[in-house]
């Protein structure tokens, strides 16, 4: 049996396709797949990790309106220190190969933005795939922020949502996703990858890329095309 970080190694020469396809070679077809809702916030943004689920619930309380602006601060960090409860169980001791899922049905409050993804890279995540929102999308791309979301807004998450729980299954783009699941997300999308199979789905993915890079090496002769890192990937 693999080690966490010889299957990650290895599952990170393969493109989503190529593991989707392995996915269907097991009988796993359109399973661990999320729905197409959930995109990159730019083109190119790749990664593969193990999730870290965090499900946050819809806001159950009434929102405070705030007569001044230091009772909004107040108000605010209260309500940040309830929703980002999840961000102190990731340091740099366990945040490496980890992509953490967030849960929160698809609400429309941007939970992620440039400062979370400033703090989240800092500690050494390899990427965020959120059901639900994320603004400042503008910064977050400068940052060059691994993120895949369904929403993108300028609303907060703020009056939103609450805290829920952290480390369970959630539902994620219409796919359960258990802690320790592996994430691998491309510009096709996001397919969740059930721990228990991963090691299965290498050889199939091994056999999907060996022959389309072979394929189209030589249709890059045929056409005077330079090779390029596409047809490189099994080096990695």
């Given at each position: ?51 870290h689920t965090v499900k946050l619930l819809p806001k159950q309380d009434k929102v405070k309106t705030c007569k001044t602006v230091e009772e909004w601060r107040e ?122 199979v991963a090691e299965d789905v290498i050889q199939f993915a091994k056999m999907q890329l060996e022959d389309d890079i072979k394929v189209r090496t030589q249709h ?17």
């Amino acid at each position: 049996m693999m080690t966490n970080q010889e299957l990650i190694k290895e599952l990170r020469k393969y493109r989503c396709a190529d593991l989707s396809d392995a996915m269907d070679a097991l009988g796993l077809v359109d399973k661990g797949t999320m729905d197409e809702k959930m995109r990159p916030l730019r083109p190119g943004i790749e990664f593969k990790g193990f999730a870290h689920t965090v499900k946050l619930l819809p806001k159950q309380d009434k929102v405070k309106t705030c007569k001044t602006v230091e009772e909004w601060r107040e108000e605010l960090g209260k309500g940040c220190n309830d929703i980002y409860n999840f961000v102190d169980t990731v340091n740099e001791e366990n945040a490496k190969d980890m992509v953490i899922c967030i849960d929160m049905d698809g609400i429309r409050g941007g939970v992620w933005g440039s400062e979370i993804s400033l703090t989240m890279m800092e500690r050494g995540v390899e990427g965020v795939v959120v059901d639900g929102g994320c603004r400042d999308s503008y910064e977050t791309n400068v940052e060059k922020a691994p993120v895949f979301c369904t929403r993108r807004t300028f609303t907060h998450a703020y009056g939103r949502v609450q805290r829920g729980q952290i480390g369970v299954p959630i539902n994620c783009a219409g796919v359960t996703v258990k802690p320790g699941d592996v994430i691998c997300a491309d510009d096709d999308g996001v397919l969740v990858i059930p721990r228990e199979v991963a090691e299965d789905v290498i050889q199939f993915a091994k056999m999907q890329l060996e022959d389309d890079i072979k394929v189209r090496t030589q249709h890059y002769q045929n056409l005077g095309l330079e090779p390029d890192e596409t047809l490189e990937r099994l080096m990695k």
